[in-house]
Antibody, heavy 122, light 107 residues
Framework: QVQLVESGGGVVQPGRSLRLSCAAS????????MHWVRQAPGKGLEWVAL????????YYADSVKGRFTFSRDNSKNTLYLQMNSLRAEDTARYYC???????????????WGQGTLVTVSS | DIRMTQSPSSLSASVGDRVTITCRAS??????LGWYQQKPGKAPKRLIY???TLQSGVPSRFSGSGSGTEFTLTVSNLQPEDFATYYC?????????FGQGTKLEIK
């Protein structure tokens, strides 16, 4: 069965960096685009970023563009989200999510991890 | 960016009721829409994709319809485990955008 396990969250001061990871199993990781989605405490869902199945390109939400970098290692079935210049408004639970169709960027997402909490506070 | 307007933001209903949630897109998105259910402290779970296709393992009391700019999620014969928050997601163009959510509560 599909499993996505995020890690790396924690409390960080504004302006500092953090790197999240997502370990995937139970499916052919290398043929699916993958996403990060976040949810601020008590708020709705916000799409953050996509990485293509082969890691050749990414798309980002304007709110994180230039500060976050999404990468993947298909040999390790692992995703990474490097978050720099963190702001209070980046405080959220970050979920990785599996793309809904192989080799495609537009299939939505079908499975989610349980998320990792990032708190940006001085 | 495509704006997804979801209504109502909250809804009270009883076990056995039928409820409908609507999402309107600010521009046409064909049928590139999914519905997600989220329970407190849990990750969202996909219920519907392609606007009307039931995700494997999801009870048939959930159904979706619509195309273009107007979409609905209907839950028939509400069960206690259906009380949760529901979101629509458009995946027609980037950035993907969610509706604001509908909290379904027990009356």
């Amino acid at each position: 069965q599909v499993q996505l396990v995020e890690s790396g969250g924690g409390v960080v001061q504004p302006g500092r960096s953090l790197r999240l990871s997502c370990a995937a199993s139970g499916f052919t990781f290398s043929i699916y685009g993958m996403h990060w989605v976040r949810q601020a405490p008590g708020k709705g869902l916000e799409w953050v970023a996509l990485i293509s199945y082969d890691g050749s390109y990414e798309y980002y939400a304007d709110s994180v563009k230039g500060r976050f970098t999404f990468s993947r290692d298909n040999s390790k079935n692992t995703l990474y989200l490097q978050m720099n210049s963190l702001r209070a408004e980046d405080t959220a639970r970050y979920y990785c999510a599996k793309g809904g169709a192989p080799w495609a960027d537009y299939g939505g997402f079908d499975y989610w991890g349980q998320g990792t909490l990032v708190t940006v506070s001085s | 960016d495509i704006r997804m307007t979801q209504s109502p933001s909250s809804l009270s209903a009883s076990v056995g009721d039928r409820v409908t949630i609507t999402c309107r897109a600010s521009q046409g998105i064909r049928n590139d829409l999914g519905w997600y259910q989220q329970k407190p402290g849990k990750a969202p779970k996909r219920l519907i994709y392609g606007a009307s296709t039931l995700q494997s393992g999801v009870p048939s009391r959930f159904s979706g319809s619509g195309s273009g700019t107007e979409f609905t999620l209907t839950v028939s014969n509400l069960q206690p485990e259906d009380f949760a928050t529901y979101y629509c997601l458009q995946h027609n163009s980037y950035p993907f955008t969610f509706g604001q959510g509908t909290k379904l509560e027990i009356k």
